[in-house]
């Protein structure tokens, strides 16, 4: 079964670069890595997705390696309102579960 | 609009007292799942289906049911909650299948109690 690792928790200031990785051991070989933005009591939004390189969006930037068993999702001059819990998701290997990674916790300070 | 649709929002029930949790969508979407959020756990997914009576276990399947009898809903059913099962729960549907991962979309969250 995928797992999938994410950090806990980060801190940034407004106006910085902020960088969450994901780790993706058993990745399905044809699945798309899924990021999405979570404000608490409300439902996952989707940020960004991609399958490997890099890709990029009016919000943010994925970069996957060759071996797809991490990704990183890229978020450019946080503001307050990014604060939130970012989840990583992806297909397993080798069943059609879909699994999301345990979450990171972003604060962003004025 | 495309949406995702729970009912209800919030819900407090007592110990084996069986219920049911709605979720619909408007999207035409072939996959469903259903995710459990408890704090410091993250969202764990409990049952999923490919398409119309296909269903099967997520990573956290014990003590619920799902049905899949049209394409649009996948009612969550409790036939004997627990304290346990007290969390945030959120349906989901997209169009992905192995290969092609499209965005999900997510419902508004139940926030189920049980005492």
């Known amino acids: 079964l995928a797992k999938t690792t994410q950090p806990i928790s980060m801190d940034s200031y407004e106006g910085q670069e902020v960088n969450i990785t994901c780790s993706h051991n058993?990745?399905?070989?044809?699945?798309?890595i899924t990021w999405y933005q979570q404000f608490p009591s409300q439902g996952p939004r989707f940020i960004i997705q991609?399958?490997?390189t890099k890709v990029t969006n009016e919000v943010a930037s994925l970069f996957i390696p060759a071996d797809r068993k991490s990704s990183t999702l890229s978020l450019p001059r946080v503001s307050l309102s990014d604060t939130a819990v970012y989840y990583c998701l992806v297909g397993d290997g080798n069943t059609d579960k879909l699994i999301f990674g345990t979450g990171t916790r972003l604060q962003v300070f004025p | 609009e495309a949406q995702v649709t729970q009912n209800p929002r919030y819900l407090i029930t007592v110990t084996g007292k069986k219920l049911t949790v709605t979720c619909s969508q408007n999207m035409n979407h072939e996959y469903m799942s259903w995710y459990r959020q408890d704090p410091g756990l993250g969202l764990r997914q409990i049952y999923y289906s490919m398409n119309v009576e296909v269903t099967d276990k997520g990573d956290v399947p014990e003590g619920y049911k799902v049905s899949r009898k049209e394409k649009r809903n996948f009612p969550l059913i409790l036939e004997s909650p627990s304290p346990n099962q007290t969390s945030l729960y959120f349906c989901?549907?997209?169009?992905?299948?192995?290969?092609?991962?499209?965005?999900?979309?997510f419902g508004q969250g139940t926030r189920l109690t049980v005492v």
């Open positions: 058993n990745i399905a070989t044809n699945d798309y």
């Open positions: 991609g399958y490997k």
């Open positions: 989901a549907s997209s169009n992905w299948m192995r290969g092609l991962n499209t965005e999900a979309f």
